[in-house]
Nanobody, 124 residues
Framework: QVQLVESGGGLVQAGGSLRLSCAAS????????MAWFRQAPGKEREFVSG????????DYGDSVKGRFTISRDIAKNMVYLQMDNLKPEDTAVYYC?????????????????WGQGTQVTVSS
């Protein structure tokens, strides 16, 4: 059974950085899409970034392009989200997710497995 466990969230001042980690287990992830979504109070879940496990291709939401970087470590079964130049509007619960796929979807309903989420709070 696939399990995703996020870590690395916390409180940071605007302009600061955080690195989120997602430990993936339960199977080999070849042919999977790994992604990060976020959800702020009262808002819909929003695509942040995705990466193809096998080929390493990436995609980013418009609001984080140039500030966030997604990566994965195949040997460790880990996915990371490096978040730089954080803004108060980045405040949300961040979720790691994955699903079999050949392209990165930006739609939450396309993803099958989800972690429990980690809170990121950016103060102004």
């Amino acid at each position: 059974q696939v399990q995703l466990v996020e870590s690395g969230g916390g409180l940071v001042q605007a302009g600061g950085s955080l690195r989120l980690s997602c430990a993936a287990s339960g199977r080999t992830f070849s042919g999977y899409v790994m992604a990060w979504f976020r959800q702020a109070p009262g808002k819909e879940r929003e695509f942040v970034s995705g990466i193809m496990w096998s080929g390493g291709g990436t995609d980013y939401g418009d609001s984080v392009k140039g500030r966030f970087t997604i990566s994965r470590d195949i040997a460790k079964n880990m996915v990371y989200l490096q978040m730089d130049n954080l803004k108060p509007e980045d405040t949300a619960v961040y979720y790691c997710t994955c699903s079999p796929g050949v392209a990165i979807s930006t739609l939450a309903e396309q993803f099958r497995y989800w972690g429990q989420g980690t809170q990121v709070t950016v103060s102004s």
